[in-house]
């Protein structure tokens, strides 16, 4: 899979999903990078699945933001067969200054979000299993740049992960992220307001997806394109304003 944080399934918007760290704004890419709840603004859940290999994986993930308290609420569990390991997780945001909501919709900015999650990974087939958190934040300068950073794995690996996105207009985001050992850049395109497309790569495989979004309900579909073959996934997501 296409994502160096992310210990979920895969991403409902394939493309953008896997590049959460300055630009997160799905149930499941928050559980990657959780500063990215500040974006969500209603109560909203998705639901993730997929095959590699011929074997099957998934994923289910939750955001509730808490009234107008800036505050985000995240939780969600994940599990692939093809590596025997299932993941669980509780994540919290808090927007501390501005608006990301607004900047998202090309309104306002600045603003400034940070987010933290516990989780713990399972591994059937070494007995491996762990427990580590993950910490960062988000800061969007209107109209057009947003910066994240993520420190993740930090009782264990402590990864340090920085992300950059540029909204070229309303309808075009590129995304780019950089770690020690690994890079990523992708864009979306919002073809109309209710289809959108999305790509990738790692410089080793290459993502894409599309996602239609008629009133409440996102549908999805991506592929990552890998050496020895292709993951398909498919999402459906609902928000309950």
Request: some cysteine; charged content about 15%.
């Amino acid at each position: 899979m296409l994502v160096g944080v992310w210990n979920f399934a895969g991403p409902v918007q394939a493309g953008l999903g896997v590049f959460p760290v300055a630009w997160s704004n799905d149930p499941v890419s928050c559980m990657a990078a959780p500063a990215g709840m500040g974006r969500i603004e209603f109560l909203e859940v998705v639901a993730t699945a997929g095959i590699t290999d011929n074997e099957p994986s998934g994923s289910v993930a939750a955001v509730m933001p808490l009234g107008g308290s800036g505050f985000q609420l995240g939780t969600a569990a994940g599990w692939d067969n093809n590596h025997s390991t299932g993941t669980a997780q509780l994540s919290a945001g808090y927007v501390i200054a501005g608006d990301p909501i607004g900047f998202m919709e090309g309104l306002f900015g600045p603003s400034i979000t940070t987010g933290v999650s516990a989780r713990y990974l399972y591994a059937d087939s070494t007995g491996d299993n762990s427990f580590d958190f993950d910490a960062g934040f988000q800061f969007s300068l209107f109209p057009s740049f947003a910066l994240g950073m993520l420190y993740s794995d930090i009782i264990n690996d402590r990864v340090l992960t920085t992300g950059f996105s540029h909204v070229f207009n309303r309808n075009l985001k590129a995304h780019t992220t950089f770690s020690d050992d690994n890079w990523q850049v992708g864009c979306e395109l919002m073809v109309k307001r209710t289809f959108r497309v999305y790509a990738g790569t790692d410089g080793e495989n290459v993502n894409a997806g599309v996602r239609f979004s008629p009133g409440q309900w996102n549908y999805a579909y991506g592929a990552v394109l890998h050496n020895n073959g292709i993951e398909h996934r498919i999402g459906i997501s609902r928000r309950f304003p």
